[in-house]
C-alpha cells in the first residue's frame, strides 16, 4: 500500500493483495463508512485467504467482482480459439503475432485427426516454410535498402527487420487457422465469470474444453467469484435453468456471422476468383441536427486526438466487408463497438494480395495448392466448424463492424498507418473514402498514401535496453 495524506481527505494506492478480497475492500466502503486502513488490518490479522469468506453477499447483483481483478495466460491453442477468448467487448491482453512471429514449429490443432487431414495441414505449412527464403529475395529486390538503410547497423538492421516482418506478413496467409498461439487475458473476476459461462457452450470442442478448464482454474482460485458473488443474483430472480437454456441456444445460433449475403448489392462481386472486388457496405445512423452541434469541435481536433465517449450518442456507422480471416484478427482488436465473429469457410475466396507478393515461380503453385486443398477440406470432414481449422488465414470472411463516431474515428485514423497490414489497410482507406463522402465537413487524420512499404516495421519489437542500444 502508497499513501499520501492531503489537507481533509487521504490517498492510496493498494495492489498488493489477492483480487477477491481487493474487490471486497471496495465493497466495504458502500456498507461501512470506516476508513479501508481499518479493513486492511483485518487482512492483516486474520489473512488475505480467508478474508473474503468472512462476509456473506447480498447485494443481489455482481458489481463485488467488477472491482478484482486477474490475468490468464493461455497456451498452444488453435488462432479459432483466441478469437473465441477475445471476442468480449472488454477484453484486454496480447498474442503471438504471425507478423513478427516464425510459425513454422507450432503445433497444429487437428480436429479430425485423420491421416487426410494432416496431410493437408502439413502441404500448408510445407509452402509455407520453404516459401520464406524466396519471398525475402523478392521484397528486397522490390524494396531495396536506400542509402538510409544503409547508414549504420541499427539501421541495417531495422532494414532487415522490416523485410522479415514483411516476409512474415506476406506468407500468413498460408497458416492454417489451426495453428496454435498464445494469449493472455487480463480480465475482472465478473468479466471471466461472463465470458467463461459462454465459451464452455462454444460450438467448437476445443473452445468449450478450453473454457471448461479456465472456469476450474477460476473457480479453484476465486471460489466467492465463482459462487457467492454471483450465486445472490440466482438466489433472488431464480430462473437458472430457463437461462441456462437461452444462452445455449444463443450461443449455437448466432456465435458466428454466418450470412455473407445479407448485405450484397448487385454488381459489387468481382468475377475475378482471386479479385479485389467484393461485396461491401456503409450505413449511418449518426444525427445531422446533433452532429452541427459540434461541428466546430469536430473540425478543430487536432490529430491524434480522441473525441470524447459521449459522442457516441450521435448516432452509429456500420461497415460491411470482405477481409481475410488474418486481418480479421487485427480488426478485432477494436472493442469499442461490435465486431461480428465470422465462420472461416472457403466460400469468400483467398485473398489475392497473398498471392501478389509472390516470386512469380511460386505463384502458380501457389494458386494449384489452394485449388486442390479446397477440394480435400471440404471432402475431410461435413462439420463447417471443425473444418476452419484446415482455411488458412488467406481466405477471406464477412467482416461487420458498428461503431459510434468517437472509435470509427479512432479505427480508420490508427488502421489507416503504413505498419498496419495492407490487407486490412486496404479496408480502412475505403472505410475513410465512403465516410468522407458522407461527411466531408468531418476531417480524417490519415495516411492515405497507396504505398505501404516502411521501415517502421522493423522497429515494431520488444527487446532489452541494452539490445536496442546498440
Known sequence: MIKRDLP???????DDIAPEDLAMLQALYSRSAESVEVHLEKVAKIGSARFCQQYFVGYNHKSIADCGTTTMFIEGVSTLAAKA???????SGQETSTRYIDMST???EDPIGSPKSKEILARWMEFYTSSQAAVEATIR????ATEADNKDEKTQRRYDGAVKARVFDSLRGFLPAGITTQLSWHTNLRQAGDHLNLLVKHPSKEIRTIGEGL???FSEQYE???GDFGAAVSSVTGGAEARDAW???MVEKHTYNFDPTSWQRPGELSGDPY???????????????????YLEDLQTRPRGSVLPHFMTDLGQLTFAFHLDFGSFRDIQRHRNGVCRMPLLTTENLFERWYLEQLPENLLTTAVNLIESLIKEIHAVTDDPVARQYYIPLGFRVPCQVTYGLPAALYVMELRAGKTIHPTLRRKIHWMIEEFRKRYPQIPVHADMDPDDWTVRRGQQTIVAKEQAAV
Not at 477468448?85 to 477484453?91: E, K, N
Not at 529486390?141 to 531495396?144: N, T
Not at 479479385?275 to 452532429?291: A, K, Q, W, Y
Open 8 to 14: 481533509g481527505s487521504k490517498l492510496f494506492l493498494i
Open 106 to 108: 507450432r503445433r497444429i
Open 224 to 226: 466467492a467469484s465463482s
Open 141 to 144: 529486390q522490390r524494396y531495396p
Open 215 to 217: 472456469w476450474k482454474l
Open 85 to 91: 477468448v477475445q471476442d468480449w467487448p472488454l477484453y
Open 275 to 293: 479479385g479485389v472486388g467484393s461485396p461491401r457496405m456503409f450505413d449511418t445512423t449518426l444525427h445531422e441536427g446533433r452532429l452541427q452541434y
Open 247 to 249: 444462452e445455449r441456444k
